[in-house]
């Protein structure tokens, strides 16, 4: 009987160090919050089951993540993106990044606009490079899948371990352009490009 109740003691020990090891790490979140503060992260949308800031045809979404200035309260970034159809004309907007800890969400609001867009990341970047999201903006949830790749072929792997039934994702990048290779050729305009690595240029 004391063996058994030393056992069930254990156990019991064994899953509150657990829990309260998972209590003190950081999210994955919070990890992406505090890396967009040393290093700026460009990310690539590839694919998506829904729609939140972005319209329903664009194309192409590419987000820049900053939060390297020291007086800024809250990050920055800018985001392009095309319509399907017209993959030459971008949209560019700019937008401010705040991380809650207590919900452990970024809330995202565009220049101009009262109404937040809230992002999670549900895993560790996978492959430390594709960046599995779920999005929530005016109550509309999303899933999202972003490449640091403007290829997506981290993307494209990440959504075969996570969504072996495809999870409603379509692929969202350079729609009607895909080689015969099986990759896929990104558009982004050229001035967007430029832009990032004439500011930070030494990531490119």
Not at 1 to 10: G, K, Q, V
Not at 54 to 65: G, R, S
Not at 81 to 90: S, V
Not at 154 to 164: K, S
């Amino acid at each position: 009987m004391r063996s058994r109740l030393l056992a069930r003691t254990f156990t019991a020990l064994l899953v509150l160090f657990s829990i309260c090891g998972i209590c003190s790490g950081k999210t994955p979140t919070a990890t992406f919050n505090e890396e967009i503060q040393s290093t700026p992260i460009l990310l690539y949308q590839c694919y998506r089951n829904g729609t939140t800031v972005e319209p329903k045809d664009a194309v192409n979404y590419t987000a820049l993540f900053d939060g390297t200035t020291p007086s800024d309260a809250a990050s920055k970034g800018n985001v392009w993106f095309a319509m399907n159809g017209t993959e030459d004309k971008y949209t560019e907007l700019s937008f401010t990044a705040t991380y809650d800890s207590k919900s452990d969400m970024i809330s995202l609001v565009a220049s101009g606009s009262s109404t937040d867009e809230k992002i999670r990341l549900v895993e560790s970047p996978f492959r430390g490079k594709a960046y599995f999201v779920n999005e929530m903006y005016d109550g509309q949830p999303a899933s999202k899948i972003y490449d640091v790749d403007k290829t997506c072929v981290n993307a494209a792997a990440n959504l075969q371990e996570a969504c072996p039934d495809g999870c409603g994702m379509r692929l969202v990048r350079e729609v009607g352009a895909v080689e015969q290779s099986g990759g896929i050729t990104d558009v982004i305009t050229s001035s967007a490009r430029e832009l990032f690595c004439r500011t930070f240029t030494f990531l490119c």
